[in-house]
């Protein structure tokens, strides 16, 4: 997902507030079987959300084409209702499997959850304008991103880890695994929401 105007002008970038979440609905982890990539997505015949966060509490599932593992998670109960993943980290928020897309970066690791995860960060740190909408930044991903990834002595280094992200995901063996990509125990703190019939809180 890119910001409004992009196209036009790659020089400039207009956050719209998208949250992280939105980047949830497909994430490329490490087998824990085989060591080669895997994917967590929605499992099959959940209802399409209407909106990103409702993705942080639907049931997942992770299967990888290099061995056949499968496996299922339901999201946690507390008091009757349902409590959400919390996003960030180089952990996915589901299984807590390390992302296939980290590589080492300007002392750092670069990670994203997916292609288009990569592409809306890659249009953020190349944008030599950037502009803020509206939209509360509390949950908005470009505004809670790390300063290091903000700042423009880092943008080609950034720019080319994101570019290895890139080649990265068109890889699925476990020799191809990022030497970044392995259990670092940098789990987020616990998500505190739950989620009602009226939303989530």
């Known amino acids: 997902m890119t910001g409004r105007g992009d196209r036009e002008d790659p020089a400039r970038h207009y ?29 099959p015949g ?10 942080l509490y639907q049931p997942r599932r992770l299967a ?21 993943a919390e996003p960030g980290g180089t952990e996915d928020p589901f299984f807590r499997r390390p992302l296939w897309l980290q590589t080492r970066c300007v002392g750092h690791v670069l990670w994203a959850y ?18 803020r ?3 509360s ?9 790390p300063a290091w990834m903000k700042t423009a002595e880092h943008r080609g280094e950034i720019l080319t880890g994101l570019k290895t992200l890139l080649d990265l995901a068109e890889r699925s063996a476990p020799a ?13 703190r616990r998500q505190r929401s739950v989620y009602f019939r009226g939303g989530p809180y």
């Not at 956050?15 to 499992?43: E, H, K, N, Q, Y």
């Not at 908005?140 to 991103?145: D, E, G, P, T």
């Open 15 to 43: 956050d719209d507030g998208v949250p992280l979440a939105r980047f949830t609905d497909r994430v490329l982890v490490v087998c824990s079987r085989c060591g080669g990539r895997a994917l967590v997505v929605p499992r």
């Open 176 to 188: 191809d695994r990022s030497d970044a990509a392995h259990e670092r125990g940098d789990r987020p």
């Open 46 to 55: 959940v209802p399409v959300p209407r909106y990103a966060m409702e993705l």
């Open 64 to 84: 990888c084409a290099e061995c056949g593992a499968v496996a299922d998670r339901e999201a946690d109960m507390r008091d009757n209702a349902l409590v959400g």
């Open 114 to 131: 997916n292609e288009e995860h990569v592409d809306a960060l890659s249009t953020y740190v190349g944008a030599r304008l950037r502009e």
């Open 137 to 145: 930044p509390t949950l908005a991903m470009f505004a809670r991103l």
């Open 133 to 135: 909408g509206r939209l």
